[in-house]
């Protein structure tokens, strides 16, 4: 069963940069697109971005001159970093899974999810 | 980006009631919607894909219907562990965007 276990930094102040890494347990990394989703405290949820295994990467339009998601391969792991950052980012930020790219018309879905980070964002 | 409306935004049932969720989608997205159940304080479970089909595992309480732009959740005889809040998601097009979700709360 994959497993997916999150971390980073919990607290930032305005301007700093974002940066969290999600560890993929129990299951191939190869072959996936990997996710980052955020959810503001008692608010909806905002796809951030995708990258694929071979590291091709698509973003939210809305965060994409700020965001980075990459992988270590070796160590299966992905990572986001969100420059700039604002109170408007604080939120519950998640890695999930994806079968296929997002969008194109393609049956797909987010599962599993990391069990999700807080990051607060105040001066 | 295609907005997703879901209603209602929240909703108190009975243990054993029948309830239905709605979620519209601002164009067309034929069936690519998914469904996802959320408790507080832990991450989104994956429900429903397609419209229709059941994840494996969900039990069949749980059913999807709709296409084109209308779509619904629908849950037989709620269980004490079905009160939590419900996304759907369109994936037709990036980027992918959820609906602002329906909190099930006890009556």
């Known amino acids: 069963q994959m497993q997916l276990q999150q971390w980073g930094a919990g607290l930032l102040k305005p301007s700093e940069t974002l940066s969290l890494t999600c560890a993929v347990y129990?299951?191939?990394?190869?072959?996936?697109?990997w996710n980052w989703i955020r959810q503001p405290p008692g608010k909806g949820l905002e796809w951030i971005g995708e990258i694929s295994h071979s590291g091709t990467t698509n973003y939210n339009p809305s965060l994409k001159s700020r965001v980075t998601i990459s992988l270590d391969t070796p160590k299966n792991q992905l990572s986001v970093k969100l420059s700039s950052v604002t109170a408007a980012d604080t939120a519950v930020y998640y890695c999930a899974r994806g079968q296929l790219p997002v969008g194109r018309g393609l049956i797909n879905w987010f599962d599993p999810w990391g069990q999700g980070t807080l990051v607060t964002v105040s001066s | 980006d295609i907005q997703m409306t879901q209603s209602p935004s929240s909703l108190s049932a009975s243990v054993g009631a029948r309830i239905t969720i709605t979620c519209r989608a601002s164009?067309?997205?034929?069936?690519?919607l998914n469904w996802y159940q959320q408790k507080p304080g832990k991450a989104p479970r994956f429900l429903i894909y397609a419209a229709s089909r059941l994840q494996s595992g969900v039990p069949p309480r749980f059913s999807g219907s709709g296409s084109g732009t209308h779509f619904t959740l629908t849950i037989t005889s709620l269980q004490p562990e079905d009160f939590a809040t419900y996304y759907c998601q369109q994936n037709y097009n990036a980027p992918v965007t959820f609906g602002g979700g329906t909190t099930i709360e006890i009556k």
């Open positions: 164009q067309t997205i034929s069936n690519f």
């Open positions: 129990g299951g191939s990394f190869s072959g996936y697109y």
